[in-house]
């Protein structure tokens, strides 16, 4: 069977049409914005997250309990970096120079996000500090804990909720 020229133009006008249709869908679902950035440029999305624990911690330089905890914080992360991801958040949203000048001096050896965690969870900050927030493998808030928290603490947690 042949098309007859105005059949044939029209038919490849429409398959055309059908090509940027679908590589314009494409392009939008691969352009969308991170829902969450790092300090150390990475950027994702909250489905990457999906099947892992996430343990966010909120604290800041005018509290004492908090910087005490940041090495517990610092081993619980050291040890437990392929099952659980492990965000520290600063409460005053600090950034550039001054956010690294802190991180440093005091030692922050956690990945440090960017992004409110309010804005990616849907929470208010937390009223008291040191704050840990802990989510299950399918984003779910399981507990808010305020107070200093200790490597022991956490994995005891941890393993308590994934056995209920």
Known sequence: MQ????????????????LLI?????????????????????????????GKWIVINYWADWCPPCIK???ELSKFYEDNKN????WAFN????????????IARFKVNVPVLMTNPG????WDSPEGLPATYILDPKGVLRESLVGPQTQES???????????
């Open 119 to 122: 804005q990616i969870f849907g």
């Open 154 to 164: 956490l994995e005891g947690l941890i393993a308590k909720l994934q056995s209920n």
């Open 83 to 86: 099952e659980v991801v492990v």
């Open 69 to 71: 905890e940041l090495p």
């Open 91 to 102: 409460f005053d949203q600090l950034e550039g120079e001054e956010l690294e000048e802190q």
């Open 3 to 18: 098309l007859e020229p105005n059949q044939q133009s029209g038919f490849f006008l429409k398959s055309k049409l059908i």
């Open 22 to 50: 679908i590589g314009l869908s494409l392009s939008l679902v691969t352009c969308s914005k991170p829902d969450f950035y790092l300090l150390d440029g990475t950027q994702g999305s909250v489905a990457d997250l999906e």
